[in-house]
T-cell receptor, first 112, second 113 residues
């Protein structure tokens, strides 16, 4: 079955530090990839998505992600994090029937 | 009003009880989904529906059932709740178009004691 994995479970950064969160997807099937963010006590919100085309995808709030087919990766990046970026981040992919499967999430804590 | 509304927001129930979680949407989307979220496990797909007559099991459907009463309503039932069904449950919708992405509800926090 198609899946995604996130190896960083908890990341702590200081404000203004650069961020990169890892996401790897399994081989096979349609590769539609997503990053979602969940702020404390809130529901998930879409940050960005990749279906095809330019492998560097820009999303909301200054986030971007790069699709690297040879590495089966879709890492999320932000050049300079803010305290308000403290949240949990989920990578997801389409299972092939417009149902998404999610990674286990990465909790980001940004210290002022 | 929220695009995707879940009720109740919080619920405590006893082991063995039947409970229904409801989801309604005003997005006009055809596709609706139920996920549960557990710490460290991310979101796991329980059931999904592409229209009123198309219901599909997800990764963890055992112990759950669903009903798609109308395009806008998708209910999740726990026929006989057990403590390991304690979790945060999310409903989501998506459009059938190529540029799709989920819209999530605010979640239902369910505790089974």
């Amino acid at each position: 079955a198609q899946s995604v994995s996130q190896h960083n479970h908890h990341v702590i950064l200081s404000e203004a530090a650069s961020l990169e969160l890892g996401c790897n997807y399994s081989y096979g099937g349609t590769v539609n990839l997503f990053w979602y963010v969940q702020y404390p006590g809130q529901h998930l919100q879409l940050l960005l998505k990749y279906f095809s085309g330019d492998p560097l995808v820009k999303g909301i709030k200054g986030f971007e992600a790069e699709f690297i087919k040879s590495k089966f990766s879709f890492n999320l990046r932000k050049p300079s994090v803010q305290w308000s970026d403290t949240a949990e981040y989920f990578c997801a992919r389409d299972t092939g029937r417009r149902a998404l499967t999610f990674g286990s999430g990465t909790r980001l804590q940004v210290q002022p | 009003d929220a695009d995707v509304t879940q009720t109740p927001r919080n619920r405590i129930t006893k082991t063995g009880k039947r409970i229904m979680l409801e989801c309604s949407q005003t997005k006009g989307h055809d596709r609706m989904y139920w996920y549960r979220q557990d710490p460290g496990l991310g979101l796991q797909l329980i059931y999904y529906s592409f229209d009123v007559k198309d219901i599909n099991k997800g990764e963890i459907s055992d112990g759950y059932s669903v009903s798609r009463q109308a395009q806008a309503k998708f209910s999740l039932s726990l026929e006989s709740a057990i403590p390991n069904q304690t979790a945060l449950y999310f409903c989501a919708t998506s459009d059938r178009g190529t540029d799709y992405g989920y819209t999530f509800g605010s979640g239902t926090r369910l505790t089974v004691v």
